[in-house]
């Protein structure tokens, strides 16, 4: 680290206000983790056992389900143990890991829905073309180097994070972040702030734009279609928007609010900083299983034969 006099232990203070309901969050929480394992496990199996939805869109629909278990596995374990302790300290190795973990979840869900608007755009807009340009090569490429753009990102903004020096080890929120981690700083920020705005544009603003430019192309090229394919190409589509829009204002809700003193809205921006790890985890493979009616079936056969 920067400073010689830094501790090498921060310490979660929300957590402080919290003992009297501790029990009943830690209850809360597990429901929500086993439920979000649950949920995203289900659609993995269904997809990896039913050969014939070995397609981009669906192999796509599993990045997303293991990329909702790793975000998660960042953040579930670490705040169980939070409720239960008395001491709500984090080491810094642990602190940069889980800011680590979370960050690169928070930019794979946006490089993977992206992908997904350009399977759906291609799939829709150039349908006799699909298979000789999303093919199973192709496909895996595209998710590599999607991964590689986010780990480059990364490691620059934990580079410039560990160079600091810091004054305070007192953090207010559920998890270790990258921003509540930069207001620690005993001095100017003004290279982080423009790094994470860089950071900001190149991850979310220009992956949104592409995914909104590819849908609204989408949905002009339906209006010339027939009813009934229109339905079909619609069907396809609107998990993917629900699951863009969802995401968006979670993660817009987190970068937002996590910039500001709310004060005694404390708890409000605590709810919201968390969303984007509770909400689209749990909304995505739901919207998934549900509305795509080749995974459905697949899962409804699955407890049909466990009866």
């Known amino acids: 680290m920067g400073n010689g006099n830094i501790s090498f232990t921060f310490y979660l203070t ?26 995203n496990a289900t659609v993995l199996l269904a997809v990896f056992k039913e050969k ?7 192999f796509l629909i599993c ?29 810094c190795q642990a602190c940069f890991t889980q800011i680590s973990v979370i960050y690169t979840y928070a930019v794979s869900e946006y490089t993977i829905l992206t992908l997904m608007a350009f399977d759906r755009h291609v799939a829709i807009c150039h349908p006799l073309r699909y298979h ?18 986010v780990i480059f990102y990364l490691s620059l ?17 559920l998890y270790c972040s990258n921003w ?5 700083s005993c ?15 190149t991850t979310v603003f220009a992956p949104a734009s592409f995914i909104i430019f590819t849908y609204v192309r989408i949905l002009i090229i339906c209006q ?61 493979p739901l919207m998934y299983g549900l509305s795509l009616p080749d995974i459905r079936k697949k899962i409804l056969c699955f407890f049909h034969f466990s009866k």
């Not at 014939?52 to 669906?58: A, D, E, F, N, V």
């Not at 509540?180 to 620690?184: A, D, M, N, P």
């Not at 001095?187 to 544009?201: D, K």
């Open 224 to 284: 010339k279609m027939s009813s009934e394919y229109r339905g079909k190409a619609l069907q396809t589509c609107a998990p993917h928007i629900v699951t863009f829009v969802n995401y968006s204002v979670a993660s817009f809700c987190d970068v937002a609010l996590s910039r500001y003193d709310l004060g005694k809205y404390q708890v409000v921006a605590l709810v919201f900083s968390v969303e984007f790890l509770v909400i689209p985890p749990i909304l995505n």
């Open 180 to 184: 509540s981690v930069v207001r620690l």
């Open 132 to 149: 000789s340009i999303m093919t199973p090569k192709v496909t895996s490429v595209c998710i590599a180097c999607a991964f590689l753009y």
């Open 52 to 58: 014939s939805l070995h397609k981009p869109m669906y």
């Open 14 to 39: 929300v957590f402080k206000e919290q003992n009297q309901f501790r029990y009943f969050s830690f209850m809360i929480s597990l429901l929500v983790y086993l439920s979000i394992i649950f949920f």
């Open 187 to 201: 001095v100017n920020t003004m290279i982080n702030n423009i790094l994470g705005y860089c950071v900001t544009i």
């Open 63 to 91: 990045c997303l389900c293991i990329n909702a278990l790793y975000g998660t596995a960042g953040f579930f374990p670490r705040l169980l143990i939070d409720f239960l302790s008395d001491t709500h300290k984090i080491s």
């Open 157 to 173: 903004a934990i580079y410039f994070l560990v160079s600091i020096p810091l004054c305070g080890n007192e953090i207010e929120r």
